[in-house]
């Protein structure tokens, strides 16, 4: 079956960084493009960042655009968020997602990231 786990979530000083990681099975990961999104107390859900399946191509929100970075390693089925100038605004659980047959959508169980002097 399908899963996702995201690790490398944690408390960060405002100006800090973090790298999180999402490892994944149960498909074939380099088929799949993979998606970064945020969830914080009382806000919506943000697509964060984006990547395709062979990650030449990657898209961010405008609010973590020049901050982080996302990548992947289709060798380790391993996608990961560089996140640098974090902000407390920053703070959220972090989820990586994958659509498959452009319908079936999958979830990690999320890591929490927390921006706070």
């Known amino acids: 079956q399908v899963q996702l786990v995201e690790s490398g979530g944690g408390l960060v000083q405002p100006g800090g960084s973090l790298r999180l990681s999402c490892a994944a099975s149960?498909?074939?990961?380099?088929?799949?493009?993979m998606r970064w999104y945020r969830q914080a107390p009382g806000k919506e859900r943000e697509l964060v960042a984006a990547?395709?399946?062979?990650?030449?191509?990657?898209s961010y929100a405008d609010s973590v655009k020049g901050r982080f970075t996302i990548s992947r390693d289709n060798a380790k089925n391993t996608v990961y968020l560089q996140m640098n100038s974090l902000k407390p605004e920053d703070t959220a659980v972090y989820f990586c997602t994958v659509t498959l047959a452009y319908r079936y959508d999958y979830w990690g169980q999320g890591t929490q990231v927390t921006v706070s002097s």
């Open positions: 149960g498909f074939t990961f380099s088929s799949y493009a």
């Open positions: 990547i395709t399946s062979n990650g030449i191509s990657t």
